[in-house]
């Protein structure tokens, strides 16, 4: 294992820093290359897909392996496409947090087009190019280092979004669509009125540079500097979902194909990394009079949306709005406990990150497969069970030609088929996971929140806000929004799986059971491997809280020097060639 690690490490080393750039590249040279096919070569797009998602992951673990070595070397790349040092120029910077979001993309992006291969990616046209142009967006966002490219990012991840809400037509996904492409343009337009705002003040839109010029900012500035970043906070928040803004989410996740449904799970999530990713450089313990500025705004609105989304779930009949309002429910939850700039918090909430996203991301692709199951092959399926007891009469008693064992008692129980006890299992524990009920990962994620928010020695390592009144209701919201996500996923796996009589044996494929089983798989990994993985996130965590080694490496980044052959020959004065 060990000799394995280093000859990774060496492969990397080797390539770095140019492989930071293969997850942008990647993706806009596989979709530039799919636009040059004729739709009719579906075959062909499929596997230049699947391969280049593949390979994706590939390079996101390369980034991480190369991203965890303890040597500040080694643990942050930076990469200058333009050549020109920051704050001038372009810069992407890989860290272990950009590195671990690259890796939950990666792996919900493969099981993603791997589920859509089976069928849904023959339901309209470019779904493979628009996939992969999605991918360049998410990718982007999580390694540029400056806000303007953030916003492009943004904005290409976006596009690609809306032809992928519409893929495969009809009037709920177009009336869907349609706002979320209203509430996206207007969260755009809150994104340059900030972006623009702080370029004013602060004459940067560097990352590490703001950091450096939050706390020298004069004082007559200071009230517009917190209305820029209140301003340019709303676009993310907006995107990841915050309370009252998300009235959008439910109708158009529930409303996209299931294969698309699950990469928007990770869409919420750019939000939640852009606030973390920012607020701690510029509102850190070193930002002077603006430090932890907007935490009480964090956390009264991740609470909100807590209980939103929890009430929301129990609210819910249809599968699609249970998955959309679990999506809402992850995303409060890690705005809530990202608002008291806690380093050992922060390292519970991104466990909490990976598990809640893979489990979402799975519970969308579930959805597809149980309505398809309940209504006999169709797309839809009545959410209204009109018969609660079917092998009961009226009068409670059984139906005549019910099956009788030997007491004249009828018999109920069958023997159920593979393909429905895999369904079965699989929405158990993506139930396991969105409650945070041991032994999956959502638990282990919860309790290290609520061990960092109680532990007395804890508090006493960590930056922020002390537990106080705010603490003990984040408490109360994580242990009881997990019971009412509890009860209102049983409820429905009560309805859909046990209740139901007379239905057909599912037809599953096995592109259709195999991405749901590789997320599944991926969460007992992080439970399996929970203490490498906590040792990663808190370190992870650590870094965020601060952000010196983060700012020192981006400004010290030295453009590659041209070699001598390189070199224009020039004449001197006066001499003749």
Same mark, same amino acid.
Request: aromatic share 8%; net charge neutral; with cysteine.
């Given at each position: 294992?060990?000799?394995?690690?280093?000859?990774?490490?060496?492969?990397?080393?080797?390539?770095?820093?140019?492989?930071?750039?293969?997850?942008?590249?990647?993706?806009?040279?596989?979709?530039?290359?799919?636009?040059?096919?004729?739709?009719?070569?579906?075959?062909?797009?499929?596997?230049?897909?699947?391969?280049?998602?593949?390979?994706?992951?590939?390079?996101?673990?390369?980034?991480?392996?190369?991203?965890?070595?303890?040597?500040?070397?080694?643990?942050?790349?930076?990469?200058?496409?333009?050549?020109?040092?920051?704050?001038?120029?372009?810069?992407?910077?890989?860290?272990?947090?950009?590195?671990?979001?690259?890796?939950?993309?990666?792996?919900?992006?493969?099981?993603?087009?791997?589920?859509?291969?089976?069928?849904?990616?023959?339901?309209?046209?470019?779904?493979?190019?628009?996939?992969?142009?999605?991918?360049?967006?998410?990718?982007?966002?999580?390694?540029?280092?400056?806000?303007?490219?953030?916003?492009?990012?943004?904005?290409?991840?976006?596009?690609?979004?809306?032809?992928?809400?519409?893929?495969?037509?009809?009037?709920?996904?177009?009336?869907?669509?349609?706002?979320?492409?209203?509430?996206?343009?207007?969260?755009?337009?809150?994104?340059?009125?900030?972006?623009?705002?702080?370029?004013?003040?602060?004459?940067?839109?560097?990352?590490?540079?703001?950091?450096?010029?939050?706390?020298?900012?004069?004082?007559?500035?200071?009230?517009?500097?917190?209305?820029?970043?209140?301003?340019?906070?709303?676009?993310?928040?907006?995107?990841?979902?915050?309370?009252?803004?998300?009235?959008?989410?439910?109708?158009?996740?529930?409303?996209?194909?299931?294969?698309?449904?699950?990469?928007?799970?990770?869409?919420?999530?750019?939000?939640?990394?852009?606030?973390?990713?920012?607020?701690?450089?510029?509102?850190?313990?070193?930002?002077?009079?603006?430090?932890?500025?907007?935490?009480?705004?964090?956390?009264?609105?991740?609470?909100?949306?807590?209980?939103?989304?929890?009430?929301?779930?129990?609210?819910?009949?249809?599968?699609?709005?249970?998955?959309?309002?679990?999506?809402?429910?992850?995303?409060?939850?890690?705005?809530?406990?990202?608002?008291?700039?806690?380093?050992?918090?922060?390292?519970?909430?991104?466990?909490?990150?990976?598990?809640?996203?893979?489990?979402?991301?799975?519970?969308?692709?579930?959805?597809?497969?149980?309505?398809?199951?309940?209504?006999?092959?169709?797309?839809?399926?009545?959410?209204?069970?009109?018969?609660?007891?079917?092998?009961?009469?009226?009068?409670?008693?059984?139906?005549?030609?019910?099956?009788?064992?030997?007491?004249?008692?009828?018999?109920?129980?069958?023997?159920?088929?593979?393909?429905?006890?895999?369904?079965?299992?699989?929405?158990?524990?993506?139930?396991?996971?969105?409650?945070?009920?041991?032994?999956?990962?959502?638990?282990?994620?919860?309790?290290?929140?609520?061990?960092?928010?109680?532990?007395?020695?804890?508090?006493?390592?960590?930056?922020?806000?002390?537990?106080? #009144?705010? $603490?003990?209701?984040?408490?109360? &919201? =994580? !242990?009881?929004? @997990? +019971?009412?996500?509890? %009860?209102? *996923?049983?409820?429905?796996?009560?309805?859909?799986?046990?209740? #139901?009589? $007379?239905?057909?044996?599912?037809? &599953? =494929? !096995?592109?259709? @059971? +195999?991405?749901?089983? %590789?997320? *599944?798989?991926?969460?007992?990994?992080?439970?399996?491997?929970?203490?490498?993985?906590?040792?990663?996130?808190?370190?992870?965590?650590?870094?965020?809280?601060?952000?010196?080694?983060?700012?020192?490496?981006?400004?010290?980044?030295?453009?590659?020097?041209?070699?001598?052959?390189?070199?224009?020959?020039?004449?001197?004065?006066?001499?003749?060639?």
């Amino acid at each position: 294992m060990t000799g394995g690690t280093s000859i990774t490490a060496s492969i990397t080393a080797w390539l770095m820093p140019h492989l930071i750039l293969a997850p942008i590249a990647l993706p806009l040279l596989t979709a530039g290359l799919m636009l040059l096919l004729r739709e009719e070569r579906q075959r062909t797009k499929v596997t230049l897909n699947i391969t280049s998602t593949l390979v994706g992951l590939v390079v996101a673990v390369l980034l991480l392996v190369q991203a965890k070595e303890p040597s500040v070397q080694t643990s942050l790349g930076v990469y200058l496409p333009g050549n020109w040092p920051a704050p001038f120029g372009i810069v992407l910077v890989i860290d272990r947090l950009s590195a671990m979001m690259l890796v939950l993309t990666s792996t919900v992006a493969l099981a993603t087009v791997l589920f859509s291969a089976a069928r849904w990616h023959r339901a309209g046209v470019h779904f493979h190019p628009l996939f992969q142009f999605q991918l360049m967006g998410l990718a982007g966002a999580f390694l540029t280092a400056d806000l303007f490219n953030l916003f492009v990012f943004f904005e290409i991840m976006l596009a690609a979004s809306y032809g992928l809400l519409l893929h495969g037509s009809g009037r709920p996904r177009v009336s869907a669509g349609l706002h979320y492409i209203a509430i996206n343009l207007a969260a755009s337009s809150l994104f340059l009125i900030g972006v623009s705002m702080l370029y004013g003040i602060t004459g940067t839109l560097n990352m590490a540079d703001l950091a450096q010029s939050i706390a020298g900012v004069a004082v007559a500035d200071r009230g517009l500097l917190h209305a820029a970043a209140a301003i340019l906070a709303v676009a993310f928040l907006i995107k990841a979902a915050v309370w009252p803004l998300n009235f959008w989410l439910v109708p158009a996740y529930s409303a996209a194909t299931a294969p698309v449904g699950a990469l928007f799970a990770l869409m919420t999530k750019v939000g939640v990394y852009s606030v973390l990713r920012l607020w701690t450089l510029m509102f850190g313990a070193e930002a002077g009079e603006s430090a932890l500025f907007g935490s009480q705004w964090l956390i009264g609105g991740g609470m909100l949306t807590m209980a939103f989304g929890a009430i929301g779930m129990l609210g819910s009949q249809r599968l699609g709005h249970l998955a959309g309002f679990s999506a809402v429910l992850s995303s409060g939850t890690l705005l809530a406990a990202v608002g008291f700039g806690q380093n050992l918090l922060t390292g519970g909430l991104l466990y909490y990150l990976l598990s809640s996203t893979l489990a979402v991301s799975a519970l969308f692709l579930l959805t597809d497969l149980i309505d398809r199951w309940r209504n006999n092959g169709a797309n839809l399926a009545p959410y209204e069970q009109t018969d609660d007891a079917p092998f009961l009469s009226a009068d409670l008693v059984p139906t005549e030609g019910m099956n009788l064992d030997d007491k004249e008692q009828a018999l109920i129980g069958q023997v159920i088929p593979a393909a429905a006890a895999f369904l079965g299992l699989a929405f158990m524990a993506c139930t396991l996971v969105i409650a945070g009920l041991p032994p999956l990962p959502g638990f282990v994620g919860k309790f290290a929140m609520i061990h960092a928010l109680l532990n007395p020695l804890g508090l006493g390592a960590a930056q922020g806000i002390r537990l106080g #009144a705010a $603490g003990w209701m984040l408490v109360a &919201l =994580l !242990v009881g929004s @997990g +019971l009412l996500a509890l %009860l209102a *996923l049983t409820r429905a796996g009560i309805r859909h799986f046990w209740s #139901a009589q $007379g239905r057909a044996s599912p037809q &599953l =494929l !096995v592109l259709e @059971g +195999l991405p749901i089983a %590789l997320l *599944l798989l991926a969460c007992v990994a992080l439970v399996w491997q929970a203490g490498a993985v906590m040792r990663y996130t808190q370190a992870t965590a650590d870094a965020l809280h601060a952000p010196s080694t983060y700012v020192r490496a981006v400004m010290t980044a030295a453009p590659v020097a041209a070699s001598p052959a390189a070199m224009p020959e020039t004449t001197p004065p006066g001499d003749k060639p």
